[in-house]
């Protein structure tokens, strides 16, 4: 079995870590009408996650709605925090106080962006910071302030977000990159394969969001495949853990950061790394991913 645990830098991680761009809200992320959700249970799901033994939460401090924040929930469930704890968060985008997006940081602009997430998490240096990237084809302007800003102490480790190798390239040769997180997952950018494996290869992490809601970005609003549900039922498992345990099955350097405001979910989703798929499920799901989009 694949090990539980992968290095990001000095910083050891479980593979199965936690998303926090759902808990501000219920429902679709950035949607302007969604619900703030329950305080409580926000932080419950925090603190659960963390007793379960997740210890690399994702976060950012454009993860907001209208009265919550994901920064500030992380804070208030978890400081002071477990010294063994890793918090990813990305830079890059950022939204208005009223949720609307603005352009791409600046490279200048990454500066204040690190310091909103060091005040907001109540830390005095980031664990990881990934520069998340969108309409940009040379990172090195962006990556060199970052990379400035590890040198001063306020990050730890870099990271790299929406990208493509030719990025990673760039990134590598200003500074080391930890991590790569793009969207992938069962049926969804089998196109990011190759790229998967170059980071395996290069010893960085690759990290994917939407490895549950996939295309939809919105797990539970299509149809379940049917080979997905079998395969679930012979193991007295759920389809969600299915996913992600084929997820972790990619690579040793995949880590699994699914995103839930529901105990239940998340449970479950811990539980998903006790879960082996036989070598003939991961050839009949390996086919069904590379039918996807
Ligand atoms: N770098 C980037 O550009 C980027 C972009 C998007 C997201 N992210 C990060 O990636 C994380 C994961 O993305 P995501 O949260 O959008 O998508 P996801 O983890 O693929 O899926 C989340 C959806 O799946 C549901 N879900 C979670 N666990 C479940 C389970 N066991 N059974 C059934 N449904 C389950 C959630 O609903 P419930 O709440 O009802 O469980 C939610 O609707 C985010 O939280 C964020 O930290 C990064």
């Known amino acids: 079995m694949d090990p539980v645990t992968w290095r990001l830098g000095d910083l050891t991680v479980n593979r199965i870590g936690f998303g926090a761009m759902r808990l501000p809200q219920q429902g679709t992320a950035f949607d302007p009408h969604a619900r703030p959700r329950d305080r409580a249970q926000a932080i419950e799901v925090l603190r659960t996650a963390v007793e379960l033994g997740v210890n690399h939460v994702d976060t950012a401090a454009f993860y907001f709605s209208a009265t919550r924040s994901a920064n500030e929930l992380i804070n208030s469930a978890l400081s002071p925090y477990p010294a063994d704890l890793v918090i990813t968060t990305k830079v890059g985008p950022s939204r208005t106080p009223q949720g609307e997006w603005l352009p791409l940081a600046t490279p200048e602009q990454l500066r204040g962006q690190v310091e909103e997430n060091l005040r907001q998490l109540?830390?005095?240096?980031?664990?990881?910071?990934?520069?998340?990237?969108?309409?940009?084809?040379?990172?090195?302007?962006?990556?060199?302030?970052?990379?400035?800003?590890?040198?001063?102490?306020?990050?730890?480790?870099?990271?790299?977000?929406?990208?493509?190798?030719?990025?990673?390239?760039?990134?590598?040769?200003?500074?080391?990159?930890?991590?790569?997180?793009?969207?992938?997952?069962?049926?969804?950018?089998?196109?990011?394969?190759?790229?998967?494996?170059?980071?395996?290869?290069?010893?960085?992490?690759?990290?994917?969001?939407?490895?549950?809601?996939?295309?939809?970005?919105?797990?539970?609003?299509?149809?379940?495949?049917?080979?997905?549900?079998?395969?679930?039922?012979?193991?007295?498992?759920?389809?969600?853990?299915?996913?992600?345990?084929?997820?972790?099955a990619r690579g040793p350097h995949v880590l699994v950061i699914p995103g839930t405001g529901d105990p239940a979910h998340l449970r479950q989703n811990v539980e998903a790394g006790q879960l082996v798929l036989t070598p003939e499920e991961l050839t009949r799901l390996d086919a069904l991913h590379l039918n996807g989009n």
Request: overall charge negative; proline content about 4%.
């Open 122 to 248: 109540g830390r005095d240096h980031l664990d990881v910071v990934n520069l998340r990237v969108s309409g940009l084809d040379d990172v090195s302007a962006h990556f060199e302030q970052l990379a400035g800003l590890r040198q001063e102490g306020l990050v730890r480790h870099l990271g790299l977000s929406n990208v493509r190798p030719h990025h990673l390239d760039q990134a590598q040769r200003i500074a080391p990159v930890v991590c790569v997180q793009n969207s992938y997952g069962l049926g969804h950018h089998p196109d990011q394969d190759d790229f998967l494996g170059v980071c395996g290869e290069r010893g960085v992490a690759f990290v994917p969001f939407f490895a549950l809601a996939g295309a939809n970005k919105e797990a539970g609003t299509s149809a379940e495949d049917d080979e997905v549900t079998a395969i679930a039922a012979a193991h007295d498992a759920t389809p969600a853990q299915v996913r992600l345990a084929w997820t972790l």
